[in-house]
């Protein structure tokens, strides 16, 4: 069960080409070996050091929902409001791209370790380009997790590929790979920690950019969990990559398993 604990909401990081600046995340953040079906609010702040500085604020609204013993389907709708200043006067706040994965499709499961992949569809849906990419996107993501000896921590490693296959033809195409390896330990019932890398490959622009990522994560209920994340860059020349930033969150389980009689 601990495997499904692996909830870090790393996330790949788009570029908004019509001005060559960085653009809202693409909030395909978790390793799929999530299974159980739930409703969450979280909230993520950027700041970036381009054009003089500016901030990125999202908030997504994310439900989850079982289909069969080896689907589960998500659904990320996230509002945006980006501090840039655009010269086209742009709306800073609204709808941005919409997202749909299937999550949890379970390759292989040995008795400390699972492979697992699922396939995410990001829309262009947002109200304006300062709240979204303007491209259509196909994101593949594959994991490895494994459960060490001790019974109390978990190493994954996962691989995603992101594509643009359509939208706005005066934005530039994507195409980049995020490479993640995720450390999480369990203290008890209650409480575990988070830490991992991000490596970006963008074969559009060229480049490469790593992010570090910590989270502290508390379940004051059985069906309630809370966490606090901060985020800090390496380095790097992709142009979506974020020097600094924060994530505060809250996770609802909509069901529980059921007790025998």
Known sequence: MLILLVRFSYGQTSSDSLKNIPAPKIISADDPSQFLTRVEIFNEFQHYDKAGGFNLNQTVVRTIVKLGKRFTTRVDIPFVKNTFPYPQGFDKFGLGDISFRLLGY????????????????????????AQGTGKNMIIPVISYTTFLKDNKTLLSLVFQQTNSVSG????????????????????????????????????????????IKARQAFAPTPRINLWAQVNGGLYGDFIGRYNWGGEIGCRYFMIRKSKTK
């Open 106 to 129: 379970n390759i292989h499961q040995a008795r400390r370790s699972a492979v697992t992949a699922s396939l995410e569809i990001s829309l262009n849906t947002a109200a304006t380009p």
């Open 168 to 211: 706005d033809e005066s934005r530039s195409d994507l195409s980049f790979s995020k490479i993640q390896g995720i450390a999480l330990h369990y203290w008890n019932k209650r409480m575990w920690t988070v830490a991992g890398t991000e490596l970006f490959i963008d074969y559009i622009n060229g480049g490469t950019s790593m992010i």
